[in-house]
Every structure is written in structure tokens, then in C-alpha cells.
């Protein structure tokens, strides 16, 4: 079938990298497992070996066709929509999320994902490489930016290992990882959406100092313990956190 490049498909066929994927997600019999985009159901089979039943939401109908013809129902329950409009909390708690992402709108399914944090188990993804290296970056490091810290807020990640464009038919033009997502047992409490807003602001102004790209007052920084020479990308996740929760106390933003 021909490849639809708006859906950003690139199918697995390596099986040893699929197997070092089913691997790394462990599945047990009776786990609650969605997978994102399943495509032709490269990595839908092996995951199926291992459990009893697995959601998969995928947006191209005539794929999700061919993986209703290919799978019981009783085994697989295919929704076929954009992962970006599904509301994961009308699913049992506990997920286990899995998928090779569309790359070109990966940014904003972590986004969307990140808001249930709290219904996940854990998430595994294989994502275009330079991704994963801005998820998982330090503060005051090129890589870290609004990414890094608005999931760095809500989990623990970890980078698993390389993929090869060779992996995939057809190959994408950019290096591939997986990697893994845990929520944070200890949530990081503040409210989302200001937490949400003062993340951008400071990352849209990268080189400015944070006196310039943040409406705090200099007490504000003094009271925070934070230099406001500092540039945004000097912060950490909780700092920002810290943030947050003086503009609320403060009457928002
Ligand atoms: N999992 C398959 C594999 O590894 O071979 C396919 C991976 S391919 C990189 C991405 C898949 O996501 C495609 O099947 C594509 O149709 C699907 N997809 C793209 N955009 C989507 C969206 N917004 N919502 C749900 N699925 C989407």
C-alpha cells in the first residue's frame, strides 16, 4: 500500500528492532495497553503475543480497515481518529502507552499526552532522535528548552537506544531512539495552565534575561532565591514550578 507521507508513516520491518522494543515495554497479560498509530501492525502482532487485548488509535481509515480484517475484535479495538482529539482519560487508569510516533506532529502529542500524566503507567515511543535529546536534556544545556521542562515536570525519562533510518520502510531522513516515560511519584503541584503559559514566554524570548522575559518584580526573585540575570534555559523544572506557584498566589497572569 502507498505510504501516506501527511500521516509522517514510516513502518517498521527490522524484527530485531522490534523485539528490543517489545522488550523494553515488558507487556504482561492483562495490562492496559494503547497503542498510537499501529500503521500496518508491525509492532500491534508482537504486542499482542504477549497480552490479552490492546486499544490502538490510528487516523488513516484504510490502515485501521486492513487492521480490523487482520485482528479479532475480541483482541484489538481499533479507534480510528487523531490521537490529538482522544481523550485518554475515558480509559481505565494505569496505561501503558506505546508507538512509533508521526514525527511531524510528535511535539504535540507529548503535550497533549503529558495532561494525563496521572492515568499513565508508563510510555513508550520510538521518536526522531533530536527529539528524545531535547526531552531528556538538562537545564543550561542547548538541547533544553520548553520541551525538557514541561515534561520533565511530570516524568522521569530515559533514552533507550538508537534507531537506524534503515529500520523503516521508507527510511525517514533523520536518526531514530526510544525512549520511556514515567510519571513523577511526586507530582509537581502548581497550576498547569500558568505553569504552561510562563514556560512559553520564557522560552520564545531564549536570549533574553529572565527580567526581561518574565512579569516578575525583582522581590518576586529575591523571595524565589533566583538571579534574574539569569536566561530561561538556566532553570530548572522545579524552579519554574516555584514560579508558577508565586504568579498564582499572586493572582495569576
Ligand atoms: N506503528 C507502525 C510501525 O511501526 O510500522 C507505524 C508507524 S508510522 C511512523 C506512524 C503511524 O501513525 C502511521 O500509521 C500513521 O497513519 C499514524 N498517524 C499519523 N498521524 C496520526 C494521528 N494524528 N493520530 C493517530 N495516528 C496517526
Same mark, same amino acid.
Given at each position: 500500500?502507498k505510504?501516506?507521507?501527511?500521516?509522517?508513516?514510516?513502518?517498521?520491518?527490522?524484527?530485531?528492532?522490534?523485539?528490543?522494543i517489545?522488550?523494553a515495554?515488558?507487556?504482561?497479560?492483562?495490562?492496559?495497553?494503547?497503542?498510537?498509530?499501529?500503521?500496518?501492525?508491525?509492532?500491534?502482532?508482537?504486542?499482542?503475543?504477549?497480552?490479552?487485548?490492546?486499544?490502538?488509535?490510528?487516523?488513516?481509515?484504510?490502515? !485501521? !480497515?486492513?487492521?480490523?480484517?487482520?485482528?479479532?475484535?475480541?483482541?484489538?479495538?481499533?479507534?480510528?481518529?487523531?490521537?490529538?482529539?482522544?481523550?485518554?482519560?475515558?480509559?481505565?487508569?494505569?496505561?501503558?502507552?506505546?508507538?512509533?510516533?508521526?514525527?511531524?506532529?510528535?511535539?504535540?502529542?507529548?503535550?497533549?499526552?503529558?495532561?494525563?500524566?496521572d492515568?499513565?503507567?508508563?510510555?513508550?515511543?520510538?521518536?526522531?532522535?533530536?527529539?528524545?535529546?531535547?526531552?531528556?536534556?538538562?537545564?543550561?544545556?542547548?538541547?533544553?528548552?520548553?520541551l525538557?521542562?514541561?515534561?520533565?515536570?511530570?516524568?522521569?525519562?530515559?533514552?533507550?537506544?538508537?534507531?537506524?533510518?534503515?529500520a523503516?520502510?521508507?527510511p525517514?531522513?533523520?536518526?531514530? !531512539?526510544?525512549?520511556?516515560?514515567?510519571?513523577?511519584?511526586?507530582?509537581?503541584?502548581?497550576?498547569?495552565?500558568?505553569?504552561?503559559?510562563?514556560?512559553?514566554?520564557?522560552?520564545?524570548?531564549?536570549?533574553?534575561?529572565?527580567?526581561?522575559?518574565?512579569?516578575?518584580?525583582?522581590?518576586?526573585?529575591?523571595?524565589?532565591g533566583?538571579?534574574?540575570?539569569?536566561?530561561?534555559?538556566?532553570?530548572?523544572?522545579?524552579?519554574y514550578?516555584?514560579?508558577?506557584?508565586?504568579?498564582?498566589?499572586?493572582?495569576?497572569?
Amino acid at each position: 500500500m502507498k505510504t501516506r507521507k501527511r500521516f509522517g508513516q514510516h513502518f517498521l520491518h527490522d524484527p530485531g528492532v522490534l523485539k528490543r522494543i517489545v522488550e523494553a515495554v515488558a507487556p504482561e497479560t492483562g495490562d492496559v495497553v494503547v497503542e498510537i498509530g499501529p500503521g500496518e501492525g508491525a509492532l500491534t502482532g508482537p504486542l499482542l503475543e504477549r497480552i490479552e487485548h490492546l486499544t490502538a488509535i490510528e487516523i488513516d481509515r484504510d490502515l !485501521a !480497515a486492513n487492521l480490523a480484517r487482520d485482528f479479532s475484535s475480541r483482541k484489538l479495538s481499533i479507534v480510528t481518529a487523531d490521537v490529538l482529539d482522544f481523550d485518554f482519560s475515558a480509559l481505565s487508569p494505569g496505561l501503558r502507552i506505546v508507538g512509533n510516533l508521526p514525527y511531524n506532529i510528535s511535539t504535540p502529542i507529548l503535550f497533549h499526552l503529558a495532561r494525563y500524566a496521572d492515568r499513565v503507567r508508563d510510555m513508550h515511543f520510538m521518536l526522531q532522535k533530536e527529539v528524545v535529546e531535547r526531552m531528556v536534556a538538562r537545564h543550561s544545556t542547548p538541547d533544553y528548552g520548553r520541551l525538557s521542562v514541561m515534561l520533565q515536570t511530570r516524568f522521569r525519562m530515559q533514552k533507550l537506544f538508537n534507531v537506524a533510518p534503515g529500520a523503516f520502510r521508507p527510511p525517514p531522513k533523520v536518526d531514530s !531512539a526510544i525512549v520511556r516515560l514515567v510519571p513523577l511519584q511526586e507530582k509537581m503541584q502548581c497550576d498547569e495552565a500558568v505553569l504552561e503559559k510562563i514556560v512559553r514566554d520564557a522560552f520564545s524570548a531564549r536570549r533574553k534575561t529572565l527580567r526581561n522575559a518574565l512579569p516578575l518584580e525583582a522581590r518576586d526573585y529575591a523571595e524565589l532565591g533566583i538571579d534574574p540575570k539569569l536566561r530561561p534555559e538556566n532553570l530548572s523544572p522545579p524552579d519554574y514550578v516555584r514560579i508558577a506557584r508565586r504568579t498564582e498566589t499572586q493572582g495569576g497572569i
